[in-house]
């Protein structure tokens, strides 16, 4: 990768973000939104003496899982629309290489998903009074890191879509299964073993478990560097497989 031609291709993609309002409001005003339902819809529930309440359990988990499936969406219909456009054909055709381009959208989105994270926890942690043993910067920086992913995951789905009602349909297929597994509904050691092991193969049972990590524990724990670890080392591999199977336009 040629570090100017990464910070031009960020500055483009973040300038283009800049100028779509819709896009803006989806990263940032959702998350804060959903978590607003989710508080009123476990407030009232009662707390066990010394256990957290229903919503910091909750709260916790879905300020890594909103940011996740949010940035999935947008970056993978994103993609779509630089081929469908003719942009990406004529972007290839400068000395910008597919990682150059690829990364940029990480970093630019993962620039995004910093002020989606912040904006998400600082409504948790001041308006709703999130709880967490834990640091509340390492819970937005797992957030952002989880952003990454769904960024990652996004750009890798969209080669294999040709319009954005196909680029959507990978949601159920990609993003559901995740979350159904990653420990949110059911713990993952109480999983029959099968489903254990798809849980063990998806990263983002891996980001789960980071933010409870931190939401259980005042220091950060190895556990916890083990799950981020896993979790940036799927990011780079979809990246990469991402341009490995990148086209210049939908067909």
């Not at 939104?33 to 009123?40: Q, R, S």
């Not at 043993?133 to 890191?145: E, F, H, K, T």
């Not at 560097?225 to 979809?238: E, F, P, S, T």
Request: hydrophobic share 55%; glycine share 8%.
């Amino acid at each position: 990768m040629n570090p100017r031609i990464l910070a031009a291709t960020t500055g483009r993609i973040l300038r283009q973000l800049r100028h779509d309002r819709r896009t803006i409001a989806l990263l940032v005003v959702v998350p804060a939104a959903l978590l607003t339902l989710v508080y009123f819809m476990y407030a009232d529930q009662p707390t066990p003496p010394g256990q957290p309440s229903t919503f910091d359990r909750i709260a916790l988990v879905m300020l890594g899982i909103f940011p996740f499936v949010i940035m999935f969406l947008v970056t993978s219909i994103a993609m779509l629309r630089e081929r469908t456009s003719g942009t990406l054909e004529r972007l290839l055709t400068t000395p910008l290489g597919k990682l150059d381009l690829l990364f940029g959208y990480g970093i630019a989105f993962g620039l995004a998903a910093a002020v989606q994270a912040a904006v998400a926890a600082g409504v948790a942690y001041w308006i709703f009074d999130l709880s967490t043993v834990g640091s509340s910067g390492l819970v937005i920086g797992i957030a952002v890191i989880d952003a990454v992913l769904g960024v990652a995951l996004g750009l890798f789905c969209s080669a294999f879509a040709r319009t954005e009602f196909q680029a959507v349909q990978f949601l159920p297929v990609v993003v559901v299964p995740q979350l159904l597994l990653c420990g949110l509904f059911v713990a993952r050691d109480q999983m029959a073993g099968w489903l254990q092991a798809l849980s063990d193969a998806f990263p983002l049972s891996y980001a789960i478990e980071a933010l409870q990590e931190v939401g259980a524990h005042a220091e950060p724990t190895g556990r916890m560097w083990r799950d981020v670890a896993v979790v940036i080392g799927a990011v780079v591999l979809a990246l990469v497989l991402a341009a490995a199977t990148l086209r210049r336009r939908s067909g």
